[in-house]
């Protein structure tokens, strides 16, 4: 391996030019300590007018430290509308890179071929279940293009991986109530009857009308997902018509806004994260409100409080196609890990209490995103025919 062909990696990565056997190769040698200086050299040619970093031999989490402070500056939220610019994707690379150097000084176990061979699960994709009124089901990753059913004063139309709900004139009818679910492994876009656009991450789903009708907009979620809600107007009142989410007992009040709703059973909090606009969070008697970069909390013992340093691109990362984990657990990366991949996680033995900072590609295999976490004190297994699904159960010890 050529300096020439590790630059040459190192910058089409950057460039999101790079093909999934360039991003395999790189992962690679990110684990080979041989390589280490060179990578630093790289880093410190890549980032100019910056402090020296911490030379190789130095502690490589003071080097991490480093270039974070001087490479990652003040961040702002992130709007449905701005894409993630050059500087944010060099700092994905930077912190994968830096991940396998703030763990290289442990003691490296190398998995198997034939264990990274059955760990070859590939990413999640486009897809969901949605439920009709009466029951019936539409598996829309087997659906082409087209009409897909009526359903009260709306059209469901699915292009790509979008489905809208399109309003139509004519006899007013009743209201319906259908459902949007995402299995583990899959993630899906919805349009509701108003205009409002919602993204489901994996394992989520979405309660809502056919149309929106009276002095309320209202919808019930599980799991996490992503609204950017359209403004709407009651002219009988001449005011706008609040959009109501529901989400395990919580209960997130808006007008017109981007946010976050992250509300699994198996995550420790409840989290509403505002990136537009304003919210009120109400749980019970208790009510919070939210500016743009804010993130309401709700604990276990039900106490609902505003966390106001949040870092909106790590909470957003899943609708921009990547896993973004800075100062993690190793719990929360592996229940990430599991609903994307679709595979029954394990862990056996105690939990490590080192933190994790690392950005990776939802499109990479589980094999690509094991190879980095082989850079850690992680050892890990695969057992088969235990997932009915994936037919595969990844044990981590």
């Known amino acids: 391996m050529t300096e020439e062909r590790l630059t040459h990696l190192f910058y089409r990565y950057i460039r999101k030019e790079a093909d999934e056997e360039e991003e395999r190769e790189l992962m ?118 087209g009409e897909l059913a009526e359903q009260g004063n709306a059209l469901i139309r699915k292009s790509g991986d979008v489905v809208s709900y399109v309003p139509v004139s004519g006899e007013v009818l009743p209201v319906v109530y259908n459902t949007m679910s995402t299995p583990k492994g899959q993630q899906i876009s919805l349009v509701l009857a108003d205009g409002s656009r919602v993204w489901l991450n994996a394992a989520s789903s979405i309660r809502f009308p056919s149309a929106f009708t009276g002095d309320v907009r209202k919808v019930e979620v599980t799991g996490e997902v992503y609204f950017e809600v359209a403004h709407a107007n009651d002219p009988r009142r001449k005011r706008s018509i609040p959009f109501s989410v ?103 033995g105690k939990m490590p209490e080192e933190k994790f900072f690392a950005i990776v590609k939802r499109s990479s295999s589980l094999s690509t995103v094991l190879k980095v976490l082989q850079a850690t004190n992680v050892h890990f297994s695969i057992e088969e025919k235990v997932n009915a699904t994936t037919g595969r159960k990844l044990i981590i010890r």
């Open 246 to 348: 529901v989400a395990n007992g919580t209960t997130v009040e808006v007008l017109g806004t981007h946010f976050n709703v992250n509300a699994y059973t198996d995550e420790p909090f409840i989290t509403t994260t505002l990136l537009e606009g304003a919210v009120n969070v109400k749980k019970g008697s208790q009510e919070v409100r939210l500016s743009p970069g804010q993130q309401s909390v709700l604990a276990p013992d039900g106490q609902l409080t505003i966390n106001t340093h949040v870092n909106t691109e790590e909470i957003m990362a899943w609708k921009e196609g990547y896993f973004h984990f800075e100062s993690a657990s190793l719990a929360t990366v592996l229940r990430q890990f599991s609903r994307w991949y679709n595979v029954d996680i394990v862990f056996e």
């Open 28 to 145: 690679d040698i990110v684990l080979q300590e041989q390589y280490k200086p060179v990578l630093m050299a790289i880093l410190q040619e890549y980032v100019t007018n910056a402090p020296p970093l911490a030379n190789p031999s130095d502690s490589p989490e003071k080097a991490l430290v480093a270039f974070l402070r001087m490479g990652n500056p003040i961040k702002k939220p992130i709007t449905g509308r701005r894409r993630w610019l050059m500087p944010a994707a060099a700092v994905c690379t930077i912190l994968i890179l830096t991940t396998s150097f703030f763990f290289i000084q442990q003691r490296i176990h190398h998995a198997p071929a034939k264990q990274l061979a059955m760990a070859d699960v590939p990413p999640g994709r486009t897809g969901a279940v949605l439920t009709l009124d009466n029951g019936k089901e539409i598996v829309l990753n087997a659906t082409g293009d």
